[in-house]
């Protein structure tokens, strides 16, 4: 019997995923990456994302249509937005939250999977704590085997206006941080050399559990430990913070130990005050800056990243121009930039989507080449040293080349590099720069 999963997400969506493939394959069922030969098709998707939810209907209308032809299960899981969660449940033969994720093997039971795979709980055995996290006790089946997310926090308090997250995956939760640190030495023991600690919000990680859980802070100083304690060499991230919670200890937290690594990724969404208030991000320009600053002090090796919004509903040209103003000051190292558009479930989609898809286009232009233009001043200023990059993988668009990433998530293609280096760290000169990108030879 074979199973397949397909995944239309972000980050969180594939560690979901890696712990649903467990369970499944605990149940015996083997993975294939073909949906034709599969007899269980399962969807892991963001329902934030249109595009996504588009594929997910897209999907399942062609599965169902198989299902004239033979016998198919199939399943929808991952953030999903109530209205439709209610529309999946006419078209998917099964509908689940992550929560219910210890359930699985009995709900497939009764949609009518065969009665000799095993129907073990996957958590026989364990104890358990809190049903809203409970699915975090299973381990999961990573899809790489030098690269492993670890979700710390599940959910969102925040209620930015233009994002249905809080809706989709509920408000805060904290993974118990005995379990994070657990899982994050396991990797370290397997030779996992870079580990992204996961969540909506990581740097809110234990102010629902204020008192009974430490603080984001101390848990990087623990990991850091972990770093420290190791003969192995490995690159901790952590995605997504907030503004509102990036507290000083948490760069000094980064600064003290050299597993955690110096790249920062810190959304900023707007550089007008009056736009992050509508935005409900809940920070001041000055308060951003501020971080900036520390950064800078105290992680001068430090890449910075963000993620900007252009064309939010209401925003003029001044407003931009004060985004484009922030960028020019800031010059980030990478920025993913979207241009607006209402999120079904948010509280925004009430509002007007008043600046013309045009305008969007050309602020998203303005700002890319603000990007262009301070990335490659970084970039060449690397051109003639030697950095360690952990080599990810085949180039596909240049024989016997390698893809790879620097500390600070740069991306680099390595000349002349043999495929068995993929998965390990590798010094790197950098022998030219481009815009987003960097190129190198191995240092013999
Ligand atoms: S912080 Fe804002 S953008 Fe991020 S998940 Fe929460 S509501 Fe969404």
Redesign the pocket.
Known sequence: MKCCIVTLGCQMNQSDSERIRSVIEGMGYAMTKNEEEADLIGVVACSVRQKAIDKVYAKIHRWNRWKNDRPLITFVSGCILPADERKFLKLFDLVFRMNELPELPSMLQQCGIATEYSLRHPLEGMERQDERTDFWLVDPAYSSAFEAYVPIQNG?????T?????YTRGREVSRASADILAEVQRLVDRGVKSITLLG??VNSYGLDKKGKEISFAELLCRVGEIGNASDKDFWVYFT?P?PRDMTRDVIEAVAGYDCLAKQIHL?I?SGDEEVLRRM??NHSMEAYLKIVSDIRELLPTATLFTDIIVGFSGETEAQFAHTAALMEKVEFNMAYIAKYSPRAGARSAKWEDDVSPQEKSERLARLSEILKRTSLAHNQAMVGKAFRVLLDGKDRRMEGALTGRTEGKLPIRVLDASEELIGTFQEVEVTSAAELSLTGRLVK
């Open positions: 969102c308090d925040k209620f930015c233009y994002c249905a997250v809080p909506q919000n997504s907030h959304p969404q409900n991000r």
